[in-house]
Structures are given as structure tokens and as C-alpha cells.
């Protein structure tokens, strides 16, 4: 049932821009950290990491029993 979850969480994000998955892991406050630009940081983001990242935060979002 978790991995069923999971799967339709993973659907769900990657549909979503590179951009749009860091605005929402960073709780959609603009951060930059060590880039100079938003863009920049999208452009040096390591996309599977990200994608991965926001699949177990979405998960462990859902209420139980899940």
C-alpha cells in the first residue's frame, strides 16, 4: 500500500518543474543559499535528488492510515 502511495506521489512531482519542487521543499520562501540567482540554483540542482526528497516529505505528510 506505501509503495502504491509513493508511486502516485512520484506522478504527481514529476510533472512538476525543477523549479516548482524546490519552491515547495524550501516551504515556498524564495532562498537562494550559495547561488547568486533562483535560476542559477534550479540549473545546478540535482533533479532525481530533489524529486526523491519531495516524494518522502509528501509522503510522511499523508494522514495515516495511508
Known sequence: MNDM???S???DVLAMGTGEI???LDGN???TG???SF???VALTDRDFVV???VEKRFEELPEPY
Request: aromatic share 0%; proline share 5%; net charge negative.
Open 22 to 24: 524546490l519552491r515547495e
Open 29 to 31: 520562501t524564495p532562498s
Open 39 to 41: 535560476e542559477e540554483r
Open 52 to 54: 526523491d526528497k519531495l
Open 9 to 11: 506521489i512520484l506522478i
Open 34 to 36: 550559495l547561488c547568486d
Open 5 to 7: 502511495c509513493k508511486d
